[in-house]
């Protein structure tokens, strides 16, 4: 619990994160992912920014297929090297 009502330190960290360009956001995940795949909290923030970015149509299906695309290829890098 709060002592004086403030948000908890790290979640201005979480808002910056948040807050970073959608190709940047979707790189750091997309790496993050390789490195550790059992750490799926990064794609979902990322998939979760493609429908806040309030993109055109036609862009935030494409954005999703990319997205769709690359996650589906990291996550099988595990796979292929070993």
Known sequence: MLDDGA???????VDRFTAMPLPL???ISS???????????????SAAVIPTAQLPLQ?????????????TALLLVPFLGG
Request: aromatic fraction near 10%.
């Open 7 to 13: 948000a908890p330190a790290w979640s201005g960290a």
């Open 59 to 71: 862009e935030e299906i494409a954005f999703s297929i990319g997205f769709s695309i690359a996650a």
């Open 25 to 27: 956001l979707l790189l």
């Open 31 to 45: 790496v993050t992912e390789v490195i550790s795949p059992d750490d799926l909290l990064l794609f979902a923030k």
